[in-house]
Nanobody, 124 residues
Framework: QVQLQEAGGGLVQAGASLRLSCAASGDNRNIRSMGWFRQAPGKEREFVAAIRRRDGTTEYADSVKGRFAISRDIAAATSFLQMNTLQQEDAAVYYC?????????????????WGQGTQVTVSS
């Protein structure tokens, strides 16, 4: 059983940065991909970024390319999402995800473990 714990959310002004982390505890040996999704009020959950644990291959949503960067600590089964130049449109609850599957990392169906979410609020 894998448990995911996010950290690093908060309130920032537009243009500022935040770094989120997601630590996988429990039996994380089979985690192959780690991703981040977000959900704003009244909107569906959407893909943000993901990374393959083994080789570091990354995927990003078009809306965050060039501003966000995902990385991972292989041994610790932890992923990090560095978010720069935050915009009000980035405000949402951010969820980390992990899974043993080799499917398309942009799809939520490729993950079986989810964190509880961390709130990111961006003020003008």
């Amino acid at each position: 059983q894998v448990q995911l714990q996010e950290a690093g959310g908060g309130l920032v002004q537009a243009g500022a940065s935040l770094r989120l982390s997601c630590a996988a505890s429990g039996d994380n040996r089979n985690i192959r991909s780690m991703g981040w999704f977000r959900q704003a009020p009244g909107k569906e959950r959407e893909f943000v970024a993901a990374i393959r644990r083994r080789d570091g291959t990354t995927e990003y949503a078009d809306s965050v390319k060039g501003r966000f960067a995902i990385s991972r600590d292989i041994a610790a089964a932890t992923s990090f999402l560095q978010m720069n130049t935050l915009q009000q449109e980035d405000a949402a609850v951010y969820y980390c995800a992990a899974g043993p599957l080799n499917g398309d990392m942009r799809f939520a169906t490729s993950y079986i473990n989810w964190g509880q979410g961390t709130q990111v609020t961006v003020s003008s």
